[in-house]
């Protein structure tokens, strides 16, 4: 058989140790490999490239994509046929596709045409339902804290609060992780529980009981009455260009208390760095599923973690709703603050 690869949305640490674990159980199963680049654009412009697993190997522990990434929606764009023109062009039998919640749209409306796809969770925001974990969360997390970290003591020398911008546009998973992993006494998530007024205070408290400069974490989703987003650029699926919030919090700060905080968008930073072993294993175990499912003639379906198991659930049940942060979880998040 002859299956075909493409990794959509935002790129994080572990796609290309995926990508390869991918292409070594091919191989040695007798199946070859293609790989569209810049996602769904390489289906609408017929290009790819053959992906063998030794020269694979050496792009394994590396961030990013071999394959490139771009914003290109073929339903919004009308360029279904093109990507089914290319499929059968190319002689592929099976569809993977890897990304977040708009790239795995995009595939589960072609699996309803009856091409066999299937889908695996890639972002780093962690927001996609049916997987306890996408690839790349765990990396960007530990990128994230060890950049804060890092920058911590400088802060505190020069007794320069500090706002710390995580991605993160619908949920707050990124940001409740990095504060709890950096000595964070405050974080704002879209999820709400911690508005603008409780973060000063919490900031206010943490520097007259420590006499410290105080951090706090916001996520770049989070809604902020004087930061405007109208006219904020969209992708093509609609999404809005979010960073920046945390410059619109920095001077709300700055106007209630006179202290002017350094401001730190994390940005691509969290996307880089050497893939966690947590992320590795997610790849390997999120290719040799795929690959079965695939093999059964499945397809349609997303694999994910389930505890300690690599499972698989219908598209359909996943996509279109964000997976957030429970109230009762982000409540008892909280609580692990610094004081």
Known sequence: MRFGVLTGGGDSAGINDFLYFLAQRLYREGHNLIGFENSWEGLILNKARELDHNQLEAQRFTPGTLLGTARRNPIKEGKTNDVLATLEDRGVDVLIAMGGDDTLGVANELAKQGLTVIGVPQTIDDDLRGTERSLGYATAV??????????????????????????????????????????????????????????????????????????????????????????????????????????????????????????????????????????????????????????????????????????????ADVIGVKKTIPADVLSEKLKLLAL
């Open 142 to 315: 530990k990128m994230s804290a060890d950049a804060v970290n890092a920058t911590v003591n400088s802060n505190i020398a020069h007794d320069r609060d500090m706002i710390v911008e995580a991605m993160g546009r619908d949920a707050g998973w990124l940001a409740l992780a990095i504060a709890i992993n950096t000595p964070a006494c405050a974080v704002m998530v879209p999820e709400g529980r911690m508005d603008l007024d409780e973060m000063i205070e919490a900031m206010q408290n943490y520097k007259r009981r420590t006499g410290k400069a105080a951090l706090a974490v916001v996520a770049e989703g989070i809604e902020l009455e004087s930061f405007d987003r109208s006219t904020a650029a969209r992708d093509a699926f609609g999404n809005i260009a979010y960073e920046g919030v945390s410059h619109g919090v920095a001077a709300e700060y700055k106007k209630a208390t006179g202290r002017s905080p350094r401001v730190q968008v994390l940005g691509y930073l969290m996307r880089g760095g050497t893939p966690v072993p947590a992320d590795v294993e997610l790849a390997a175990g999120f290719a040799n599923k795929a690959v079965d499912l695939a093999l059964a003639g499945r397809t349609g379906e997303m694999v994910g973690l389930a505890g300690k198991e690599i499972k698989s659930q219908p598209l």
